[in-house]
């Protein structure tokens, strides 16, 4: 082990194989040593370990990987890698599959822009591993066993039929999970326009999200031949097509379907009825309506893709996607019956269309594939099908992904680093509760005056919200002269009743005084306010803005500022 620098937490290239990491503890801790020659192991729940085996040594060095080394990840990553290092034996795989991979990591002509990172390699790789080399070797048909029998015991309660061949890849928000998925749809598409008797490789391909601007920004997975790069499908931006399969992939745009997961609810069916009950009054006293039925369902969801054929699924933001083994609670700030509704919604609608096509993989994409609580399984239990993990530590280590900012000061004493750690904990039961801004608004929409208070926030998220606001003007001062737009705070809520909070100590705010006259009192932190502090007068360009998924709420777009 090495001492950390630790103004430079970067150990790794980001597209090569981390071969350092910051030694870990057996309860999840980072250490400020740096372990070299090693990766990380994969261990999937340090928590749940016995006290002493938390209280032993770091968790660095391999020997003290030995408990773990039988995890699928773990196992799956040892041989991918030893195949990868054999330079993908022919044997192995298809001739097409030898071409996509030398294409895309061995192309010594490929631009540096356009190079995959290593946490997408290991991803694609760990998927044709699985799909061509793992049904050919003893440790191969190991893990797939393995994986079927984790998949029976989470999902056959849901009955015949339940079990889909998921297949799940861990990678943090920022790796690049979008290239990762055309990447295997080419894979998928190419062979199988090559080898037509090969029931390894889809004919269509069905990508379900969990809302609908994740899915119109998915649209970069439909081929656009366009000379715009800023236009241009995933295939060709980030050089994924090799040129003599240029023209193949023009058929390719018929054989994908883009949908949010909403689509697998039956709608009201419009025009003529049809249903003998339609209209008329249930035993509650609610008016029936006529529904699609499944069949209606899948049609208008598949369009034209032929039932019975190959299917390949992509879930991408996965964790969304599993059955509950019961209704589920709500628990506050994590809206988990909600959750684990629309979660069932999800997965029963993909039930639905394998049992009319043949689904041989469903790949899912998360940077957090795991179980909600109320959801009748251990509360963020990885799903047992994970094959890859290139989580938020690994991503940091290797320059991927923004590095998030613990206060280190704190003169108001309000605030201990156990405390910073897990705030959230220490405050939730002073947090207002949700609800509570909702029955602000129907209160003022039906003429009731609601008088407006100053900002109600515990002290201690108060005190941290002033450390971040110290950093943040310090980077501020430092960062100005370089680039053209300021350093960019974000605050995130639990509700919408605390984010109204957060807003008014950050902005500043309008206060109805008790004789019923108007009080503007500016933020404290002059970069954030919203109001100029000598006149008293909102500035032109308020530079804080409050975003919330209510129904109703405003998106403030660029034109308010740079914020």
Partial sequence: MSQAATDNPILNNPYEEPTQHYATSYDGELDYSIVERDRRPFVSNPQAMPVRQRQKSLLGISDRAVEYESHIINLL????????????????????????????????DRHPEVQLFFAQREAIETAIWLNEVAPKSNVGQHILGCLETARSEHMSHGGPGSVLPRIAFKMATGTGKTVVMAALILYHFFNRQEYRQDGRFADYFLIVTPGITIRNRLSVLRPNKTTELELQDYYHARWLVPGNREQEIDSL??????????????????????????????????????KEDQAQVIKRVMGSFKPGSRL???????????????????????????ENARAAVWFSGLVQIA??????????????????????FEPYSLFPWVVSDFGLIESIESGLVKIPFLPESDNTQELTEPVLRDLYEHVKDQLPKKGQQTLKTEAKKEGRSVPEAPPNLPSQVQAALDMLYKHYRDQHDRMRDLFDHPPVFIAVCNNTSVSKEVYKHLAGYEWTTDDGGTRVVPSRFPLFSNYDSV?????????????????????????RGPW
Avoid: M
Avoid at 256 to 272: M, R
Avoid at 359 to 374: K, Q
């Fill in 77 to 108: 990553r040892k041989e991918v890698k030893d195949w990868r290092s054999a330079g993908y034996p022919s044997a192995t795989i298809t001739r097409v599959t030898r071409e996509l991979l030398d294409f895309w990591f061995a192309n010594t």
């Fill in 253 to 290: 745009n018929a054989r994908i379907v883009i949908t949010n997961y909403h689509q697998f609810e039956p709608h009201t069916l419009q025009g003529n009825k049809r249903s003998p009950t339609d209209g008329k009054l249930d035993a509650n006293g609610n008016r029936q309506e006529a």
């Fill in 312 to 338: 390949l699924i992509i879930n991408d933001e996965a964790h969304h996607c599993y059955l509950p083994k019961e209704k589920g609670r709500a628990v506050e700030g994590e809206n988990t019956k909600e």
């Fill in 355 to 376: 049992q009319r096509f043949k689904v041989s993989t469903v790949y899912d994409l998360s940077a957090t594939p795991y179980y909600l609580t109320g959801s009748g």
């Fill in 535 to 559: 006149t008293l007068q909102p500035v032109p360009k308020p530079p804080t803005l409050l975003i919330d998924n209510k129904p109703g709420s405003r998106y403030t777009t660029s034109d």
